[in-house]
C-alpha cells in the first residue's frame, strides 16, 4: 500500500501560481492529479508516468499546469500558474496500477488540499 500526502494548498489571487507537492511512502507508479470542486464531480487534471516523459494534462490546464517528479525522493509536484477562479477545489493526488498512465483507474489516493483563487 502507498500513502500519499499532499501539501501546497492554500489561497491564491487570480493570474498567481501556486505548487502542490504529492509525497509518497513508497514507490509510485504513474501518479496521477484530480481535483473537485464544490458540488462538481471529481475531473481529471494530470498525470505523469514513471519516467517522467509523456505527462497529460486535461484541456482546461493545458499550458497553464506542469507536472513533475522526484523518484529519489516519491515525490510529486504539480506546478499551477495563470490560476482562474474555476480552477479552485480540493485537489488530490493519485497512483496508478502501472508506470504507465491513463485518466481512470487508480489505486490509492491522498487527502486533498485546497486550492482557493480569488478574482
Known amino acids: 500500500q502507498v500513502r500519499l500526502v499532499e501539501s501546497g494548498g492554500g489561497l491564491v489571487q487570480a493570474v498567481g501560481s501556486l505548487r502542490l507537492t504529492c509525497a509518497a511512502s513508497g514507490r509510485p507508479y504513474c501518479m496521477g492529479w484530480f481535483r473537485q470542486g464544490a458540488g462538481k464531480e471529481r475531473e481529471f487534471v494530470a498525470s505523469i508516468p514513471w519516467s517522467g516523459g509523456g505527462t497529460d494534462y486535461s484541456d482546461s490546464v493545458k499550458g497553464r499546469f506542469d507536472s513533475s517528479r522526484d523518484n529519489v525522493e516519491n515525490t510529486v509536484y504539480l506546478q499551477m500558474n495563470s490560476l482562474k477562479p474555476e480552477d479552485t477545489a480540493v485537489y488530490y493526488c493519485?497512483?496508478?496500477?502501472?508506470?504507465?498512465?491513463?485518466?481512470?483507474?487508480?489505486?490509492?489516493w491522498g487527502q486533498g488540499t485546497q486550492v482557493t483563487v480569488a478574482s
Open positions: 493519485a497512483v496508478g496500477h502501472h508506470d504507465w498512465c491513463t485518466r481512470a483507474s487508480y489505486a490509492y
